[in-house]
């Protein structure tokens, strides 16, 4: 049965890859994909203002269910008109449940079938983050899209403990379904099941049964070798929902952002642009740019002669790095504008290669000349 506000149309299918283009209908605006989404955690983006955000093309961004539930209260988001009203923006937004951030924190936590027994990074007070209080929080800011908590596990996790994590993230989801708000928020179930493909497989067919508009792979990214990832990817794209976005949680370099979408991930999201950017990091089409380092001292070019981005149209090399190194702030925000942008135009490049017939050549392309 299709839902009431979000809606997704698959436009295009790559014949020699499976890589998709597609526009997914929200309650504040559509979102054409392949898509990057930039992260704001805690209600910002670090160190970027919405109408930048708006100039690089940012269709969605994230924030973080597990921050803002410590750090001011959703309650106070709540009574500020919800999050997209508290933080001026007017886009979509997606809500992680905060289940990532527990499992890094794991030496302060205590999971159970309640819930997540977590002890606060900020204060060390104690908290129970039970499915109830995840949706609750996320009803509360107001998201668009809605995840449910899940157990994240490590890479090298054994089969046991990725079957266990994967059967509390069943029961979790189950427990999210039924305390959802529904109307103009929707719900994405998450599958987990670390590096095993039984497991997998078996995490898609109950998921499938909660997913109204949206699907989440989760647990991977986090210690696996890249080949590892992109296998379980093309494990996973003839299984998943076709008629719906799927979404690669937590996962952002510019090499996995075309492996992603070359194995049908509809949606990325990552902080890694904007924390390389903090240390003096630049994407560029050939790899990343250490742009701090004293190769660049006089070198006045823009980061990216072709760029389409503020930094790149206003300042160069020489000035960027002057700003890093002199620890200036203005200097992360330029290089998180450029690797922003990177990203989103990344995404924007794949779907007109998509749509045009030719992204396995494009992709081709791409990985020849970038070196991470």
């Known amino acids: 049965m299709k839902d009431k506000y979000f809606q997704f149309e698959l436009e295009k299918v790559c014949p020699k890859t499976g890589a998709r283009a597609g526009v997914f209908h929200t309650p504040h605006g559509d979102i054409k994909t392949p898509v990057f989404m930039p992260v704001g955690t805690q209600a910002t983006v670090k160190g970027l203002r919405p109408e930048d955000l708006h100039d690089m093309n940012a269709q969605i961004i994230l924030s973080n269910t597990y921050h803002l539930f410590l750090r001011p209260g959703h309650k106070l988001i709540e009574n500020a008109g919800g999050l997209h009203k508290f933080m001026n923006w007017d886009r979509p937004i997606l809500t992680d449940s905060g289940g990532f951030q527990v499992f890094s924190l794991s030496d302060l936590r205590k999971v159970s079938e309640k819930g997540v027994e977590f002890k606060s990074h900020l204060s060390g007070e104690r908290f129970m983050m039970t499915p109830k209080l995840c949706m609750d929080i996320q009803h509360s800011l107001g ?30 989801l189950e427990q999210c379904a039924k305390e959802h708000a529904g109307g103009k928020q929707i719900l994405f179930p998450i ?150 942008r990177f990203l989103i135009r990344l995404a924007e490049k794949s779907r007109e290669a998509i749509l045009g017939d030719y992204f396995a050549e494009f992709k081709e392309e791409f990985m020849s000349n970038f070196k991470y």
């Not at 449910?148 to 993230?169: F, I």
């Not at 949680?249 to 390389?276: F, N, Q, W």
């Open 143 to 172: 998201s668009d899209i809605n995840m449910a908590l899940d157990q994240c596990t490590e890479g090298h996790a054994s089969y046991a403990e990725s079957e266990s994590a994967m059967k509390l993230t069943k029961i979790w």
């Open 191 to 340: 599958v987990q099941g670390n590096m095993y493909k039984d497991l997998r497989a078996k995490c898609v067919d109950y998921c499938k049964d909660y997913a109204r508009c949206g699907i989440a792979i989760g647990g991977l990214s986090v210690g696996e070798a890249k080949p590892v990832m992109y296998d379980m990817l093309e494990y996973l794209n003839p299984i998943l929902p076709q008629d719906m976005p799927r979404y690669l949680m937590g996962v952002g370099s510019p090499d996995c952002l075309i492996e992603g979408y070359a194995r049908g991930v509809d949606m990325m999201d990552c902080v890694l642009p904007t924390r390389i950017a903090r240390n003096g990091t630049a994407f560029a089409k050939t790899g990343k740019l250490i742009i701090k380092n004293s190769t660049f001292k006089d070198d006045f070019r823009p980061i990216e002669e072709d760029c389409d981005c503020y930094a790149c149209k206003h300042y160069t090399r020489a000035y960027i790095r002057h700003l890093i190194n002199a620890g200036e702030m203005l200097g992360a925000e330029l290089l998180s504008i450029h690797n922003l």
